[in-house]
């Protein structure tokens, strides 16, 4: 019987906190993490609904004497969600794999733009994440003694790292446990507004008239233009309204199958439900001729309004109810940043914009490296901003305007240059370019008004991380080129011509092309050689065994672990691609050592994890084959930094180290890099 495994404490804490390892060949993996539309509408759709927390009281509070022009501003409001979400469900289909304003500014309008696009989403998602803790411990905060504030900042920390921790274990179970938060948050703010709504029907016709008797006074005062300037002001100021409309195409990766339904379903649930939301609540703000009190949200005034002729307690139950769960939705959608996040970050990665390994996934089958970066960013802004609510709020609207103006533009310039193919193209492009011309004006006004205001370090976070994507996407382009050079060995290892330089290193073992393969031998030498693709790094590193050992090993068993990251785990079918693709690169490997005499074979295995995919396969190579060496070829750069370090995962140490506590031999074989002189 085998040995059992000696305990490990860390490893058991580690699954007790975020959960056991998942199988990512598990055909049923797909169904168990990905999200129903209902379910993407509370992991998604919080970000949008959190913000009429904030987003009619800050365009209500910009009218100031003139609040009876809220019901423009509100009709505004609602049409503005509803043109913005039309146009990202036509986006959806365009693009059912998912990427979002990233992937929609880098195919449509160009790879630079969509780097300036998904740097936007980054900030902006660090920002998401760092006010809904805020808000939300605000919120919670304003029910407290005094006594208590000195622990407020601890207690965003606190949530921040519980956040943290659920993103870790996996998307449905983080999102399941924020249902019924959402659900109570949904029930408690609609029964508010239809109890405030249906209360003053009847005072319907008498608020049309008492507006438009207020329009004509404010005319007299300030004339059209300035009509029309404190409308547009108003209607700009309530930008955070809009935020979070573009999650659901951003986290299309994962929903449910068949995806661009259930997007569009989600897109339906939010566009509603927030258009609801805000045109609902500045109805109640004008009805009930609200003022603001200082130290209270406008929310809060409404509440406590609508319910002061109930009995004592059940009011103040009320009350109480709606705003902490306004409060933990504000948590909830904090949860926007932690999905989206890491995946425009993999995206971007993925393209060279970022290190590849926030690509990588963890053993729960999500990109932790980028939930780490989202939680650390949304820290550090935490700390040196003091959870200041006011002060964040500022740099809050700015960056997801950006994205939107470029995904619209690109949509736009879609729908008019494929005018002749795609169908109801008008309709389309009518859509795209009214969310364009709105988005624009917001983005122009936004910038305008807060950028004195503290808008100018929004722009100067983002200006920072385009110039350092920009280095990082020249770093790999350079690496890429002197890479590029070896794989020039692939298409001479495919000729095996023996006038060529590995046709002269076989000849020089006495190999020669289309000798009879010899048998099967599990007693002799052999050499497992683990390669990432059929490229100039695996064939450099077969070379060097070959020359280095000269005939010593008569056996080559060539192992690849398919990677499985966030650029592939979109499905089952894309798994299944992944693994054709790999055993189809170790056969070329296998065809050619064959041709040259060997014995060679092939094992392949799919794994979140190249460390942990080597050390299952390992041992059962080693039972079959006792006298095999493991070998892995090592990049080295002219000169070792934590940059190199950074960029390249430097996975093969890790192998060698796994390995040698199995009492397996494993040599790394050195591949020096030249740069290009």
Known sequence: MPNKPPFDPLKFLKTWIVGRSLDPSDSRIFTNISLIAFFAWVGLGADGLSSSAYGPEEAFRALGDHSRLGLFVALGSALTVLVIS??????????????????VASKLLGPKWGMVSGCALLVDYVLTITISVASGADAIFSFLPPSWHHYKLAFNFMILLFLVVL???????????????????????????????????????????????????????????????????????????????????????????????????????????????????????????????????????????????????????????????????????????????????????????????????SDRLVTQNGVFIMGGAAAIVLLFTKASVQYLVVLYSITVFITFVLSQAGMARYYWTNRARVGHWKRRFLTSGTALLLCAFILVMMTAIKF????????????????????????????????????????????????????????????????????????????????????????????????????????????????????????????????????????????????????????????????????????????????????????????ESFVSRLFYNNAVFAVQRRLYHLGIPFLILPIRVKART
């Open 452 to 639: 004195f205001d503290g808008g100018w370090i929004t722009l100067v976070m983002l200006l920072l991380l385009i110039f350092l994507a920009l280095l990082i996407r020249r770093h790999y382009d350079l690496i890429g080129g002197v890479l590029k050079r070896m794989d020039n060995l692939v298409q001479a290892a495919r000729l095996s011509v023996s006038g060529s330089s590995i046709g002269r290193i076989m000849q020089a073992e006495g190999r020669e092309e289309d000798a009879a393969p010899p048998t099967y031998d599990p007693k002799a030498r052999t050499a497992v050689l683990f390669v990432s693709g059929f490229n100039g790094l695996g064939l450099h590193t077969l070379f060097s065994i070959i020359r280095l050992f000269g005939g010593i090993y008569k056996n080559f068993i060539f192992v690849e672990i398919g990677l499985i990251d966030a650029g592939n785990f979109k499905g089952e079918s894309e798994t299944e691609n992944l693994r054709k693709h790999v055993n189809g690169e170790l056969n070329e490997y296998v065809e050619f050592i064959r041709r040259h005499g060997y014995y060679g074979e092939s094992v392949s295995a799919l794994s979140h994890d190249t460390v942990e995919g080597s050390a299952e396969l390992a041992p059962q190579i080693m039972n079959r084959f006792p006298q095999a060496v493991f070998f892995m070829g090592q990049l080295v750069f002219p000169e």
């Open 86 to 103: 039309a146009s990202y469900s036509h986006l959806i289909e365009l693009f059912p794999a998912g990427g979002g304003g990233y992937l």
């Open 167 to 361: 993103n870790l274990r996996g998307v449905k179970e983080s999102v399941t446990i924020l249902v019924p938060i959402f659900m109570m948050f949904v029930i408690t703010h609609v029964f508010a507004i239809l109890y405030g709504i249906s209360g003053h029907l009847w005072e319907f016709p008498s608020l049309v008239r008492v507006t438009g008797h207020d329009f004509h006074t404010t005319y007299k005062q300030l004339g059209m233009i300035g009509i029309l300037a404190l409308l547009l002001r108003s209607y700009s100021m309530g930008a955070g309204t809009y935020t979070g409309i573009e999650a659901v195409s951003n986290g299309m990766p994962i929903l449910r199958e068949p995806r661009v339904q259930t997007g569009k379903r989600t897109m339906v649930y939010m566009a509603a439900s927030l258009a609801f939301m805000v045109l609902g609540l500045m109805v109640c703000y004008v009805f009930y001729k609200l003022q603001p009190v200082h130290g209270q949200t406008l929310n809060a005034v409404l509440f406590t309004t609508l319910t002061h002729s109930w009995p004592t307690g059940l009011g103040k139950s009320f009350v109480w109810i709606s705003l902490f769960t306004e409060a933990a939705i504000l948590f909830v959608a904090a949860q926007t940043g932690f999905l989206g996040g890491p995946r425009v970050l993999a995206n971007m990665a993925i393209d060279h914009w970022f290190p590849t390994r926030f690509t990588l996934l």
